[in-house]
């Protein structure tokens, strides 16, 4: 497309040279002869994006740029052609012209066109891209420069690329810092859910400091988020490029508020006298002047501020003319406040009445309590109906010249005081206090879920019927399998259900009288009714079974049972805070062959509820103990941040959520060191059975109460092992005493037979007779492998002597060799001089020894073995030898024949 922008006439006046030089605007299409000037130059090209999203518009602007020329050359016209490759990606729209005019004459008619100038803004052409992603180029071909120096230029064709890409879809943030607190956890753009806590208690907002990770996002809300509550969630929405929204999710938790430190009083009146100045929270001296001599003490009403804090100093003795009374108010962070009064007496005006005291004292419509009398200046008035505003007292003073004030009250709240003063005649004053407590905010309705009567089929019930009795029997004959139960509630809006009155079985067959009260409580009556069976059994009567359908206790852990259990007392209330949705109970039978079932414990609703606890005996006989539980609209504050035990070892660690636990205790500790932390302050803590610890199992009880009432129990099972001991010593210290007596005397024993076989081994061979040699039989000289003179401590290491051996041969023996005498087979050195030798055929039992000794010492038993082999063979010769001996004289008892 083609568009000319044709510059107009300008006007160049130099003063300095006073030459005005006029120029004509005309249209000039370039024809405009070259003529030489001073180095003037000049180029064209593009400013703007080179991308474009979808179905949106792009502005391009088309510069000079790089301008140079003497001080007369001055750029006049311009031309050229825009073209677009792809007018389907990428289509023209319009080119605004710049014409010349005011500003375009101050922009180039300057003196120092000799310097480089800065871009100058020729024309602005706007393109509508396509609705889809594409790529073009724009082009603008024969561009031409006109100056008023007639130089022509004509700078290269330019092109700038053009892409068409679609809107974002990020809409994820870069960063998120809010203004207070901790961001939890550390951001990542990735995560949408965070916490942030630390944050202070007063704050009523919080801002975020947040970065879009494209710059073409937004964030449309969230920047600021009001806190209105201890939590809070705040939501931070980015809006991406393309309309996708992303949001994070930022839950603000506030720090607790901290403990109060307002110690001032709301109000402070005296029973006695009036407050000089009036009273107001942040004075704190006053004065009460004219109090009466008969006066000895002063009583002041004092109200706090913060219900938290507390007050001492109320009751003020008075014992002279003037007496200083100091009422201390202690914030709940114990920041401490004293409001000081000055009490003057006065001596009686003997010729005035001091009498301030009341005839009587009424209200409309409520009584006193205690009943009304003259020298009682504080009294209770319950259970005014909460519309009730404003109570009008009437005053009767006992002296016709005292005056009364105070008469009317104004009801602030569950609980006012008001103050009736009464002035005597000589100025003397009492001031009578009465507390108005309004009906608490309970459910009206009746509670009533006893019976004014039961009967079944016009027979009498046993035990005779008491609306208190809940259980009782009734027996009938076989042939009655049901009869009519008439029974009538004592309210009259409570309801009556009776199930089990009919199809009885032989035996005990339980009838339900189950009586609902207007409010929802419940209380079951139960007839366990006897059916006699059709014939008694033959061969002796059946084996009785056990009728106890007594409970031996119940024990609920998030609530207290009231009245305390008896097993007598089949009803009972329990109040549960609404966190609690399930009552932690547990009912253990009196009889172990008992059934316990125990039913409406959980799911608990807002207001009543009916537990129930149903102990079915072995007989079958049934006893219902019925527990209304209320759950309340208040939360409760009665659990344990922290329980530790200093002398004992918890099975586990603690959890405030866990109300159970085992402790094991050893030796004489008979109290656990316990520290029960409470999570709330204003908790109380109750440590029950921790005195007198057993050995064995013992229960601990840790009673939570909070501020409600609302209670909650830890119970602890302590398991006590002691250490048990006779004389002084434990089981273990006589079993190693009695080992180690029974170790030595074993080595004594020991040591006894070693010394009494040695002393054996000294006694000297005797050798045996020598028995007769025949002269005719040939002599066998044998002559065993055994050393006599060995050191040798056996028994069985005896040779015959001379070791001859008769055979008969049919030859005429030689003369028998000499038979030597026992005495000169015994050496002549004593036993113990005799050396012996480990290696020689002979074994002795000090060799045995000493090999045994070495081999434990040493772990090697090639020397015992050795010995023990040579034994062996010394015993094997021994038998061979006696052998030999039998059949020679069997030989010469032949022979002798």
Request: aromatic share 8%; net charge negative.
């Amino acid at each position: 497309m083609l568009f000319y922008v044709v510059g107009g006439l300008f006007m160049i006046k130099k003063i300095s040279r006073g030459l005005l030089v006029c120029l004509s605007a005309c249209s000039i299409f370039f024809g405009i002869s070259q003529v030489n000037a001073v180095a003037t130059t000049a180029t064209i090209s593009w400013s703007g994006n080179a991308s474009v999203v979808k179905g949106q518009e792009i502005v391009l602007n088309i510069l000079a740029s790089n301008i140079q020329g003497d001080n007369d050359a001055a750029l006049m016209t311009v031309g050229g052609k825009i073209t677009v490759t792809d007018e389907s990606c990428l289509s023209f729209v319009k080119v605004e012209k710049l014409a010349p005019g005011t500003a375009n004459k101050n922009v180039f008619a300057y003196s120092d066109m000799d310097g480089t100038r800065s871009d100058l803004a020729l024309a602005k052409a706007t393109f509508k891209a396509s609705n889809s992603a594409c790529s073009t180029t724009i082009n603008i071909t024969e561009p031409k420069l006109g100056f008023t120096d007639f130089t022509k230029l004509s700078p290269p064709t330019i092109s700038k690329t053009i892409t068409v890409v679609a809107p974002s879809s990020d809409a994820d943030l870069k960063s998120l810092v809010p203004g207070a607190g901790t961001l939890s956890p550390a951001f990542n753009k990735g995560v949408t859910e965070y916490t942030v806590s630390g944050v202070p208690h007063n704050a009523g907002s919080i801002s975020f400091n947040v970065a879009v990770n494209d710059p073409k996002a937004g964030v449309t809300s969230g920047r600021t988020c009001t806190l209105s509550n201890k939590t809070t969630t705040c939501n931070i929405v980015v809006r991406a490029e393309d309309g996708t929204t992303k949001t994070y999710k930022v839950v603000v938790t506030k720090d607790d508020a901290p403990p109060s430190n307002d110690a001032t009083l709301k109000s402070l009146t005296p029973s006695v006298g009036s407050l000089s100045p009036a009273f107001n929270r942040d004075v704190t001296n006053y004065t009460i002047n004219n109090v009466n001599m008969s006066v000895n003490q002063i009583d002041f009403n004092a109200v706090v501020n913060d219900s938290k804090s507390t007050v001492t100093g109320t009751s003020c003795t008075l014992s002279g003319m003037s007496n200083t009374c100091n009422i201390e108010v202690t914030a709940e962070d114990g920041t401490k406040k004293t409001y000081t009064i000055q009490v003057n007496k006065k001596e009686p005006d003997p010729t005035k009445s001091s009498d301030a005291t009341l005839k009587n004292l009424e209200a409309d419509g409520y009584s006193l309590t205690p009943a009304f009398d003259k020298d009682t200046n504080k009294y209770t008035i319950f259970d005014v109906p909460r519309d009730v505003t404003t109570i009008q007292f009437q005053a009767t003073p006992n002296d016709t010249k005292a005056t009364v004030s105070g008469t009317n009250c104004n009801l602030d709240g569950d609980e006012t005081s008001c103050s009736i003063q009464v002035t005597a005649e000589d100025g003397s004053s009492k001031t009578y206090e009465v507390v108005v407590k309004k009906k608490e905010e309970v459910d009206s309705r009746s509670d009533d879920a006893t019976l004014k009567s039961l009967d079944l089929g016009g027979q009498g019930l046993n035990p005779e019927f008491s609306s208190d009795n809940t259980n009782y029997t009734f027996t009938v004959e076989n042939n009655v399998t049901s009869l009519e139960v008439h029974a009538i509630p004592n309210h009259e809006n409570a309801t009556v259900t009776i199930s089990g009155q009919s199809d009885w079985k032989e035996g005990i067959n339980p009838v339900y009288i189950r009586v609902t009260a207007e409010n929802g409580s419940e209380k079951t009556y139960v007839v366990n009714v006897y059916r006699k069976p059709l014939n008694k059994p033959s061969g002796g009567s059946a084996p009785s079974k056990s009728s106890n359908n007594y409970l031996e206790n119940i024990i609920i852990n998030n609530g207290e049972l009231v009245p305390g259990f008896d097993k007598n007392n089949n009803n009972y209330t329990v109040n549960v805070p609404n966190d609690v949705t399930t009552l932690d109970i547990k009912a253990f039978g009196e009889d172990g062959k008992s059934n316990v079932v125990i039913s409406g414990h959980e799911n608990l609703k807002d207001g009543m509820n009916v537990v129930t606890v149903t102990v079915t005996a072995e007989d079958g006989s049934v006893r219902i103990y019925t527990i209304n539980v209320y759950r309340s609209k208040k939360v409760s504050q009665n659990k344990l941040k922290n329980l530790i035990v200093a002398n004992g070892e918890m099975v586990g660690s603690f959890d405030s959520n866990v109300f159970e636990y085992e402790i094991n205790v050893v030796g004489k500790v008979n109290k656990l060191d316990l520290t029960a932390i409470p999570e709330f302050d204003s908790s109380i803590v109750e440590i029950m059975g921790n005195d007198n610890l057993q050995d064995g199992t013992n229960a601990i009880l840790i009673k939570v109460t909070d501020e409600n009432g609302f209670v909650q129990y830890y119970r602890l099972t302590v398991h006590k092992t002691s250490v048990k001991t006779f004389l002084g010593l434990t089981l273990g210290q006589w079993l190693l005493l009695l080992g180690a007596l029974f170790l030595i005397g074993f080595l004594i024993f020991l040591l006894f037979l070693i010394l009494k076989r040695m002393n054996k081994d000294k006694e000297p061979v005797q050798a045996p007779p020598v028995p007769p040699v025949d002269s005719k039989s040939p002599v066998i000289e044998f002559k065993p492998e055994f050393n006599f003179g060995s050191k040798n401590g056996t028994d069985d290491d005896v040779v015959e002597a001379g070791g001859v051996l008769n055979q008969y041969t049919g030859i005429e023996p030689k003369e028998a060799p000499k038979v030597l005498e026992a005495k000169e087979m015994t050496p002549d050195a004593t036993y113990s001089e005799i050396p012996y030798d480990p290696y020689d055929e002979t074994i002795t039992k000090d060799e045995m020894y000493d090999a045994l000794q070495e081999a434990m010492k040493t772990k090697d038993t090639s020397k015992l073995k050795m010995l023990y082999e040579q034994e062996r063979l010394n015993r094997k010769k021994k038998e061979l030898k006696r052998k030999e001996e039998e059949r020679q004289k069997y030989q010469n008892g032949f022979d002798e024949d």
